[in-house]
């Protein structure tokens, strides 16, 4: 079976982590595979650490790129559809997509691929329809549900803004103008280029922002830490914090200083983060580790956990008991933020906090027992089945559909 993996959108590492168990399943079972990544910082998850060569059984390529926004203004417009997301990027651009399609659809023959997976990847659906079985992967921010008008990103907005229902009309009239010049069956919804053939949403209903609108049921997170444990107050580390942001936050230097000024025992993490800038970063009381943290270990032993919302260091915060101040940096983990901080154990960071007001949050925190006793409630309002069961299940749905 040859397999083509292609991740078109988004950041972090989310992605890769999501796509490695599943390719590496299909790899280990015989399957061919070629990788396709937007971002080849990124493509350790498939080297060798040794020497940088790809692991056996894979082939790593760079996947057909869009031009992102550079420019700060754009992360200040208005966002309430996935179809404002891709206004964005440029999606629209009925010349930008004809090329794209194309690439992917080249990488495609010359692959000679039986089956291709993606995660976050609309374009490469767009170019496998009627070619190849495809499956779609991505949590539940990334896949709105097929077969209908785009649903609003924020659970708590019941009706979306006329500028995001002219979006989704403008991009779906480019989509089918260039698949209608190849020749190629028309698109229904928007909806149904981020969907498959058939469709895995890894994610938990809290967190999930069209979870009242799915038919079909969120799956496990393959990447979710195992092994979680809940420990009372007084077996946590006095004043431990975790912290977990990437270099690129926007808040980075504001939510740093603000733990340095409560004074507390910090273990952290900060991903993609230089060296030059690591040494000047670490103090006393603030230990820089320079790399990822086993959230099996430093969340259940923290008081608080200190990050910018991602579904696995929030997942792993609730299953453990354990408070967190979120900074979201985008509409995703802004919905994160507010969907867990509903549970009544977590705060979301505004930006008009001054560090004065974060170290305070920060220093109660992490001596405040009635917020403990919240998040232990929070956890067991949580249920987390292990993922190993989907990840069979989604093997043997590759290989029926590969034939």
Known sequence: MRVLCGWEFGAGLGHVMRLRPI???LRDSGAEIVVALQDLDRASAFLNADNGVAMSGFNVVTAPRWQMPTDPKARRIPTHSFADVLNIIGYGDERALAVRIEAWSGLIRATGADLVIGDFCPT????????V???MVGNGYTIPPAGRSLPPIRPWQKKLENF???????????????????GEVLL??????LNGDKTFVFSIPLVDPYSAYRKEPQLPPLNLPKGIRRLSLDKRRAKGVFFYMPASHPDLGRAIAAVKTASVDCEAY??????????????????????PQSFERVIPEARAVVHHGGLSTSVAAILSGTPQLIFPWNLEHLVTARQVEGLGASYTAGAEWSEKKLASGIRTMVQDRALAIRAAKAADAVEVVEPAKTLETLIECCRTLAG
């Open 23 to 25: 390719l590496s399943a």
């Open 124 to 131: 490469l659906r767009l170019a496998a329809r009627a070619r």
């Open 133 to 135: 079985p495809m499956i």
């Open 164 to 182: 995001s229902v002219e979006h989704e009309t403008n991009l779906l009239t480019a989509i089918n103008g260039v698949l209608e010049r190849r």
């Open 188 to 193: 229904d919804y928007l909806s149904d280029a």
């Open 270 to 291: 900060i991903s993609d983060l230089s060296p030059d800038l690591a040494a000047g970063m670490a103090a006393p009381g603030f230990t820089l580790h320079a790399g």
